[in-house]
C-alpha cells in the first residue's frame, strides 16, 4: 500500500485539488480531494491524469518510421502496404521484444500507459507455425512488460486475400489464422495471464461465416479495421451489398465488445448506429493522415453520444497529447469551426483526454482510464507550460495538448510503479541498446 | 573566419558528405564537399540543413497560447481574434521584449534561424503614438536580437475595420496606421539595420489606394493576409467584386516582393496567378487548423511551380518540423494520396524542407535558405533517428519531419554562431526567468 497527494487531479467531474490516492497491488483502493498530506504521502507536484490506452497499436512498424516518405516508396495506402509487407515478412519473435520495448517505452513517455497490440504476423516467413503458436504474441509481450506497458494482445485472424475469397499469398502467409485458432491462441494467452482479446484483420480478410463465430463465441474485445480507404468500402459493397459498417450492424452483434478502427469513410448513418450499439471508435488521426485516409465524420459520432479511443497505429507519432490535437484540428479543418470535442461544454483537452481514455479502456475491457477505486494505478503527471503556470487545471491540459514545447508527461506511473520519471523512462538505456541491435539484425 | 565539417549537408542538388563550409562575418564565404578535414575545422556530426526561415509570426500571441481552448474561448475564428484583442490591449514595449526573446529562443530550438514578424500593435492602447512611433517595433526586434534570430519586421498597415471603410474601434485602435506612416517607419528602422519590410494587414483593414501606394513605393517584402476565411472572401466580392487574391493580381503589381498569408480559400485559377506573378503563399498549417480556416490547395501551387514558405502565425506550435508534417498531412487528408510535396520526384522530407526554406528567405528578402557562397551562416543540425541511423541523408530528414520523438534539431548556428547546442538555446536560464515575469505582469 502506497499512497500519493496530487496538486490536482482529473476525476470524473472535473478536476479537483489536493487529491490523495491510495493504492495497492497497483489497484486504486482510495481517493480523496481536499486532502492533507499524511505522513508516507508521496507529494506529485503538477496535474495528474489518468493514463491513457493506446488502442490501436501494429509495433513492428515502427521499425520502418520515416522510411516511406518518398515517391516510389508511398504515393498511396497501398503502396505503403508494399513497405510495410516487407518490413513484417523479416520480423522474428526475437526481434520482435525489443521492439516492442522501445516503441513501448517511447509510447509511456508521450502519455500511454496500455496499449492494444492489433496482432497479425504469427507465422514463420514461409507460412508454418513456430513450435509454439504464439511464440511472436508472446514475443511482444514480453516487449511490453520490459518497457511496463500494460498490454492488451489481439489476436489476428486472417484468412482471406481479398472479399471474394481470394488465398493469402507472399507476404500474406505470415498472418494466415482462422477465427478458431485465434480463439484458442486467445484463450491460451489469457491462461498465461495476458490480457487477449480478438483482430478480425479487415473484412477482406476475415469472410462473414468468420466474423459471425467471433461475435457468438468471444465474450472479450473484438477489434476491426474498417472504412479506412474508399477502395475497400466500394469492394465491399460490390461484394457483400453493403459498406464495412453497415454489414456488420446488420449481420452481427455489434455491442460494447467491438472496436471499430477508423471508420474514416463511415457513412453518418452507420455512426449513428454503432454508437447507439455500443462500439467504441478507434481513431488514429496521425495515421489516417500519414497514409492518406481522410478524416472521420467526428461530429456524427458526437451526436450520438458514442465512444472513440486513440490508437498510435503505425507509430510514426508516440505521443497522446498530439495525436489528440490532431484529432481535433481534423475536425477543426473538416467543418470550419473550433473547440469541436468540447461540444459546447467546457475545455476541449479534458473533453479530448477524458473521452479517449474511457473509450480506449472500454476497447481494452480493462479497469482502467479513469481515478477512481478499483481501477488500475495509471498516471500520467503533465506540467504548467509557462503561459499556464498561474491558470486552472483545465487550460493546463489544453496547453498540454494545444501549445506543448516540449512532452508534456513529466512523470508516468503503471499499476503502481513510476515507468517515466521527469520525461525519462527507468530503463532507457538498456531499451535502446536493444534496439539498435535489432534494427541492425532486421537490415543485415 | 572560422569553418566546419559537416557529415552531411543539404545543398542545391541534394545531400552531399564531408562538406566543409568556411565564413567570415556570418556569412559562408567557400563551401566543398568531399572534403578532407583541415587544422582548426570544427567537425559537425549529423545532417547539416540550411535555417528554416518563419515567414509568418504574431510574437504576442505566443502569450496566450492554451488559453483559448475552451467553448466560449474561440468557437471560430472570430471568437478566438475577441481573446486575442484582449492580450494585444495589454501588451507594452517592456512586454514585447521578454515575450519576443522566448518565443524565438523556442522557435530557434524548432529549427528556424530567421523570422518574419508581422507587425501590428504599434500604439498605445487609448490609440496615441508611443514617444517614438517605432517603440513597439523596436522591443519586438529587442527581444529577436536577445535570443539570436534572424528578424525582418513587417511594419503593419491597418486604416479601417472592414470594407465598408467603417474607423477603428476598441482593441483595434492600437493598430492604427495608414500606408504613408507605415512607409516612414519602415525606412526609419532600416536605417537602424533592423531589416523591414511592410505588412498590409488585410483587404478589411487597408483600401484600394492605399495598397496601390504600397505596391508602387516600397521595394522590399510585402506581406497581406489573404483568403483565411471564407466570410472575408465574401465581403471582398460584395465590397470589391472579386476575391482578395485574384483582386490584388488584377489592380496591383503583384510580384515577387509579395508574401501571401493563408490563401486557404483562393481559387485554383488566382493560385496559378498568383505563382505565375513571382508571389510567395505564407502557410501557416498549425494555426489555419487551429483556428479552422480550412486547407490550402497546395497542389494547384506545385502544378504552377509556385513558392511557399512556413509561418508559426500564432506560435501555438513552435517547431519547423512539426509544421512542415501538418503542412504535407493536411494535403494527404485533401486528396487522399502520400507524398505530394515530393510530386514524384524523391524525398517528400527533401522537398519540403528546401522549398519553404527557398520560399520563406524571398518572402523575407534575404540571402538566407541556402548553402552557398554569399549567404549567411544559418544551420541547423540534425541527427538520425534509430530507425534511420544506418540511412541515407535524405531519410534522417524524412524521419525528422514524419517520425521525431524529441525535437529534431539538435545544434543551431545563425549568423556564424552557434545559438543552440544539443538541444538548449545558449541563453535558456535568463530569458525563461523574463518571460515568465512578463506573463506575470501581463496577467496583473
Chains 1, 2 share one sequence.
Not at 63 to 91: I, P, T
Not at 92 to 115: D, F, M, Q, V
Not at 392 to 414: Q, S
Request: contains cysteine; aromatic residues 6%; proline residues 4%.
Amino acid at each position: 500500500m502506497a499512497s500519493l497527494l496530487a496538486d490536482a487531479a482529473l476525476l470524473e467531474d472535473g478536476f479537483a485539488h489536493n487529491v490523495r490516492i491510495t493504492h495497492a497491488d497497483g489497484t486504486i483502493t482510495a481517493l480523496q480531494h481536499g486532502a492533507m498530506a499524511a505522513p508516507g504521502d508521496e507529494h506529485v507536484p503538477g496535474i495528474l491524469l489518468p493514463g491513457m490506452a493506446n488502442l490501436h497499436s501494429h509495433a513492428f512498424q515502427r521499425a520502418f518510421a520515416g522510411l516511406s516518405e518518398f515517391d516510389g516508396g508511398g504515393g498511396d495506402f497501398w503502396s505503403w502496404r508494399e513497405a510495410m509487407y516487407r518490413v513484417a515478412d523479416r520480423v522474428t519473435p526475437a526481434l520482435c521484444t525489443p521492439i516492442a520495448a522501445w516503441l513501448n517505452k517511447e509510447l509511456l513517455k508521450g502519455g500511454y500507459t496500455s496499449a492494444a497490440e492489433f496482432h497479425y504476423v504469427h507465422h514463420r516467413p514461409e507460412g508454418a507455425c513456430y513450435d509454439v503458436r504464439t511464440e511472436m504474441a508472446k514475443a511482444l509481450a514480453a516487449g511490453a512488460a520490459a518497457a511496463g506497458m500494460g498490454l492488451t494482445i489481439l489476436v489476428g485472424v486472417y484468412e482471406t486475400a481479398g472479399l471474394d475469397g481470394s488465398p493469402l499469398a507472399g507476404g500474406q502467409r505470415r498472418f494466415r489464422n482462422d477465427v478458431a485458432q485465434a480463439l484458442d491462441m486467445a484463450v491460451s494467452l489469457q491462461e498465461g495471464s495476458i490480457s487477449a482479446g480478438l483482430a478480425l484483420h479487415s473484412l477482406r480478410a476475415v469472410p462473414p461465416a468468420s466474423v459471425r463465430r467471433a461475435a457468438e463465441d468471444f465474450a472479450g474485445p473484438i477489434h476491426i479495421h474498417v472504412a479506412e480507404q474508399r477502395a475497400e468500402v466500394e469492394a465491399c459493397v460490390a461484394a457483400l451489398g453493403a459498406p464495412p459498417v453497415a454489414w456488420l450492424l446488420d449481420n452481427v452483434a455489434v455491442d460494447h465488445r467491438w472496436c471499430l478502427v477508423h471508420a474514416t469513410h463511415a457513412e453518418p448513418d452507420e455512426i449513428t448506429r454503432a454508437a447507439r450499439a455500443g462500439a467504441v471508435i478507434g481513431l488514429c488521426p496521425t495515421t489516417e493522415a500519414d497514409l492518406g485516409d481522410g478524416i472521420f465524420r467526428f461530429g456524427d459520432l458526437a451526436a450520438a453520444c458514442g465512444s472513440f479511443g486513440i490508437g498510435s497505429d503505425s507509430n510514426v507519432v508516440l505521443d497522446a497529447f498530439q495525436e489528440l490535437r490532431l484529432l481535433e484540428y481534423g475536425q477543426r479543418l473538416r467543418v470550419e469551426r473550433r473547440n469541436l470535442a468540447a461540444a459546447g461544454e467546457g475545455h476541449t483537452g479534458r473533453a479530448l483526454w477524458q473521452q479517449a481514455a474511457l473509450g480506449g479502456a472500454q476497447a481494452c475491457s480493462r479497469k482502467i482510464g479513469r481515478l477512481a477505486p478499483g481501477y488500475r494505478a495509471d498516471f500520467v503527471v503533465i506540467e504548467p507550460t509557462f503561459e499556464t503556470a498561474d491558470a486552472a487545471a483545465d487550460f493546463v491540459l489544453d496547453a498540454a495538448i494545444f501549445a506543448a514545447v516540449r512532452a508534456p508527461a513529466r512523470h508516468v506511473m503503471v499499476g503502481g510503479a513510476w515507468i517515466v520519471r521527469d520525461g525519462t523512462h527507468i530503463r532507457e538505456a538498456a531499451i535502446d541498446e536493444a534496439y539498435r541491435h535489432a534494427l541492425k539484425a532486421l537490415a543485415a
